[in-house]
């Protein structure tokens, strides 16, 4: 469906992903960073892919200043974010919406109730009317009893996300098939776009953090985290928010937290 999102532009997308993070890791930079940045890394692939001039053609990576007009900046503005979160044909609000409500948020939503069933697109040649949008087929689809609730609070935020395609190329759509990328967030806020959501999302940073400073305990106590942990977060969080949400910070305060140094003794 996307021929120019060929085998080398999904290598380097992936690669985009693992030498950002490995550039937070080394220069100790905040992790804020993955929410957005004024950076990220690319070959000739992928800039060429992305639109950004000045790369030489190649798999040669280089670390390249992000302008507006270039859409990009942290994860939500990486192709293999935004492909991974998308349909083979089409992009998923849904997917989209329920990334950064689990992964930036820490907030999952609940899975979808047994009845649920799949959205039904519209075939065009099968109907006379004229087709339902996507968004319209979406809004029909989530007055099903049982998904309204799921839905209102996941798809503005994958909504916002829409001026990217499937696989992450900007579009700006067209008179026929304009782009509807606004919505109201739980709460009431509204937001336009993905650069107001990202407003939104750095506004709420210390959620981020906190979810990412549980999942890297997680990570570092092998098991899942219980009531006991909520203070080891804290205290994690609270160094963070002191030293400028620094990489070094969240491991360093990881391993020098009780539950990392000290093992649980056995029933």
Same mark, same amino acid.
Do not use: C
């Given at each position: 469906y996307f021929p120019t999102f060929d085998g080398e532009v999904r290598r380097?997308?992936? !690669?985009?992903? %693992?030498?950002?993070?490995?550039?937070? %890791?080394?220069? !100790? +930079?905040?992790? #804020? !960073?993955?929410?957005d940045s004024d950076y990220t890394f690319v070959d000739g692939h992928l800039a060429k892919f992305y639109g950004i001039p000045g790369v030489p053609p190649g798999r040669a990576v280089k670390k390249v200043e992000l302008k507006p007009e270039y859409h990009r900046g942290g994860l939500l503005g990486m192709s293999a974010v935004l492909a991974m979160t998308s349909h083979? &044909? %089409?992009?998923?609000?849904?997917? +989209?919406?329920?990334?950064?409500?689990?992964?930036? &948020?820490? !907030?999952?939503?609940?899975p979808p109730p047994a009845n649920a069933g799949q959205l039904k697109e519209d075939d065009p040649k099968k109907k006379k009317k004229a087709p339902l949008t996507f968004r319209e087929q979406l809004a029909q689809h989530a007055t099903q009893a049982g998904c309204s609730g799921c839905h209102n609070k996941i798809d503005p935020l994958g909504f916002a996300l829409d001026n990217y395609n499937a696989v992450? #190329?900007?579009?700006?759509?067209?008179?026929d098939a304009p782009l509807e990328v606004t919505g109201t967030l739980p709460g009431g806020v509204k937001v336009n776009g993905a650069a107001e959501l990202k407003k939104v999302i750095l506004s709420r940073k210390d959620e981020f953090v906190?979810?990412?400073?549980?999942?890297?305990?997680?990570?570092a106590l092998g098991r899942e985290l219980d009531g006991q942990d909520e203070c080891t977060v804290n205290e994690v969080v609270a160094a963070m928010q002191k030293d400028g949400y620094k990489f070094s910070t969240l491991v360093q305060e990881t391993v020098k937290s009780v539950p990392f140094r000290q093992r649980r003794a056995s029933p």
């Open positions: 380097a997308a992936g !690669d985009e992903v %693992r030498n950002f993070l490995n550039h937070v %890791r080394k220069e !100790d +930079r905040p992790i #804020l !960073d993955l929410l083979t &044909f %089409r992009t998923s609000p849904t997917q +989209r919406g329920k990334y950064v409500l689990e992964v930036i &948020f820490g !907030d999952p939503p609940p992450g #190329l900007w579009r700006e759509g067209t008179k906190r979810t990412m400073a549980a999942k890297v305990l997680e990570y």
